[in-house]
């Protein structure tokens, strides 16, 4: 009788049909994968099993002061006697990122102002001075890494010259390198397309603003343009609904580790994958990982991603999650000693949360926004920006409820509003706001207003469709003296069809300078106690297509509102109130509220001015 003894297997009964087998199997891994599984309990000091490629490795250590690393051909290398590997003097390594909560990191190039894989967008972090530029990698057939687009690693054939869409992992780095992305549609780069085709109104290119086309980098581009200038993230993860579950992100990490070990870009590199198996993978390279997992559905999700323990335990110190998790999720692993980035917000009331739990900083999709106006040079910062309507571009800090969200495309407008070819300005389409009440678009550039208390807004409306149900609940204006930059939209309570994220109602106290579709103008606010006009006028009623001119001036002790009509007649309310004097305001559109049946219009804001008083 034969027996063997674990993890020695034996099979089989001697006979012909049934001859005897000995095996060797570990957690399922026989043969020579078995044998190095066998080996992964018995490791001394300096080596490693990483079960997630089944491999014996060094184990490099992560503690301060480790030089030694992988060189491009994966053997070990110490360089500079000792002193870290490449040129120190300029190079922004990780280990010199900002302390908590000073990190602002660039998400997907800074998305919101670009296409988000385009060389352009990196040059315009690397100039902005983010500390982190975040971006989608994937790898080819032939083991090239490959920045995309989107976590799917597809090339999409709606804004590429590729005649089919594909997975990155089916298709050579020639083809990908040669792929023209038109950040649009083909041969003109807009996003936009009515019925039949028609190319007269500049909707399109990115987020409904022209952007330039460029071929499809691979990451080596863009490291090399990098070059420790920032930190770079390249983020595996894989969408688990719209990805190629052949191609998992242990797929994906294969082009970036050759990557940032051909550029010799360890000190300044990290990758970004879904699962704490990958991570390790990344880690036994010498590469720094860091977890970004799936964000929740609801907003303030109480659950965890992963244990503590699961990152504490293998080394793993930076984490990027999603500003819907609770505070409590946020502070259990900062409080653990892991480097938390929040995803999803690019407000100041979204880097005043990170700044109030003390975590280690931003990963926004306007950076420049988000970390504020600098004061080191140029006391204005970002506010010396002029509108953006003009130029058909999207201004910063350009937010609105659907850009929480972060979404970014529409080519109706319905994220952002939309530019026109025939004029300067900004469209705000029909249905913005879905029919709820406040629905605004934060004109962030001249935010947080340097004077609060005294200030001039001059701008211009019309109403390009006008109601049809309601002229009364058809309105447009401007929500200001709001104390922070907190979306404002009325999402209705406990109802998950209106609010299936469950999201608090926005920010409401603060004023509203409003006109009407039936002429009435007037001021108003929001108090504890609840709504309140302050004062109002009846004036001639819109008609459709024709510009007025508004303007606004604050004091500290007063408020004036007037409207100035094509023939230069004037009409004016003044309200005698110092409720409010924060330094944050938005354009507003709003057709009605949640209890309104539906009241369709179209609008249009142009040459929106602020200029501090004395």
């Known amino acids: 009788m034969i027996q063997g003894q674990s993890p020695i297997v034996v099979t089989g009964n001697g006979s012909v049909q049934q001859p005897i087998v000995i095996s060797l199997s570990v957690d399922g891994k026989t043969g020579c994968a078995g044998i190095v599984a066998c080996l992964a309990g018995s490791l001394g000091p300096g080596l490693r099993y990483d079960s997630g490629t089944g491999r014996l490795q060094l184990k490099l250590s992560t503690d301060s002061g480790q030089v030694a690393r992988f060189g491009p051909d994966q053997g070990l290398l110490v360089t500079n006697d000792g002193g870290g590997p490449g040129p120190q003097a300029c190079t922004h390594g990780i280990d010199s990122l900002p302390a908590a909560p000073g990190v602002v990191a660039a998400e997907s190039l800074a998305g919101f102002m ?189 659950t965890m991603p992963y244990p503590v323990v699961d990152l504490t335990s293998n080394g793993i110190q930076w984490i990027v999650l999603s500003n819907r998790c609770s505070d409590s999720v946020l502070k259990a692993y900062q409080d653990a000693g892991v480097n938390v980035l929040v995803q999803g917000g690019s407000r100041h009331v979204d880097r005043a949360r990170v700044e109030r739990l003390g975590l280690r900083g931003g990963y926004a999709m306007d950076p420049v926004y988000y970390r504020g106006p600098k004061t080191d040079m140029n006391p204005s910062g970002y506010r010396s920006e002029e509108e953006q309507w003009q130029h058909r571009k999207v201004g910063l800090g350009q937010f609105s409820h659907r850009s929480d969200a972060t979404d970014v495309l529409s080519s109706g407008g319905y994220v952002r509003g939309r530019p026109s070819a025939a004029e300067p300005g900004l469209i705000v389409p029909t249905n913005f706001g879905s029919g709820l009440g406040r629905p605004t678009i934060l004109f962030g550039s001249a935010c947080p207003m340097q004077n609060p208390s005294a200030y001039t807004l001059k701008w211009g409306m019309k109403w390009t469709v006008l109601a049809t149900v309601s002229s009364s609940r058809a309105k447009m204006g401007l929500l200001f003296g709001a104390a922070t930059d907190a979306d404002t939209l009325e999402w209705p309570q406990n109802d998950a069809v209106r609010n299936p994220m469950g999201l608090p109602e926005g920010q409401k106290l603060l004023y509203r300078a409003f006109q009407r579709q039936n002429g009435e103008i007037g001021l108003a606010k929001w108090t504890a106690l609840g709504f309140t006009y302050l004062a109002t006028l009846s004036t001639p009623a819109i008609p459709v297509n024709t510009w007025n001119s508004y303007q606004l001036d604050v004091t500290p002790t007063q408020l004036t509102f007037t409207r100035i009509r094509p023939d230069g007649t004037r009409h004016t309310v003044t309200a005698a109130d110092s409720t409010y004097r924060g330094p944050y305001f938005f354009i507003e559109k709003e057709e009605g509220t949640a209890a309104d049946t539906a009241n369709l219009f179209e609008g249009m804001f142009r040459s929106l001015v602020y200029t501090p008083g004395a």
């Open 114 to 302: 670009g296409p988000y894989s385009s060389p352009y967008q990196l040059d315009y972090c690397l100039g902005a001075g983010v500390d982190i530029v975040s971006f989608h990698v994937a790898t080819s057939a032939d083991d090239v890494g490959v920045v995309a687009d989107y976590w799917d690693h597809k090339i999409p054939d709606g804004r590429t010259d590729i005649y089919v869409t594909s997975d990155i992992r089916k298709l050579n780095a020639a083809v990908v390198h040669s792929t023209l992305n038109y950040a649009g549609d083909e041969n003109d780069p807009v996003a936009y397309q009515s019925s039949p085709p028609v190319r007269t109104d500049r909707r399109g290119g990115w987020y409904g603003y022209l952007a330039a086309r460029y071929y499809q980098p691979l990451l080596g581009d863009f490291l090399q343009r990098i070059d420790g200038k920032a930190v770079a993230m390249l983020d595996c993860s894989v969408d688990p609904v719209n990805g190629n579950p052949s191609f998992p992100e242990t797929v994906a990490i294969i082009g970036a580790i050759r990557g940032v070990l051909k550029h010799c870009a360890q000190s300044w590199a990290m990758i970004a994958v879904q699962n704490v198996s990958t991570a390790q993978t990344v880690q036994g390279y010498g590469i720094t990982p860091a977890l970004i997992p799936v964000r929740p559905v609801k907003w303030n999700d109480p």
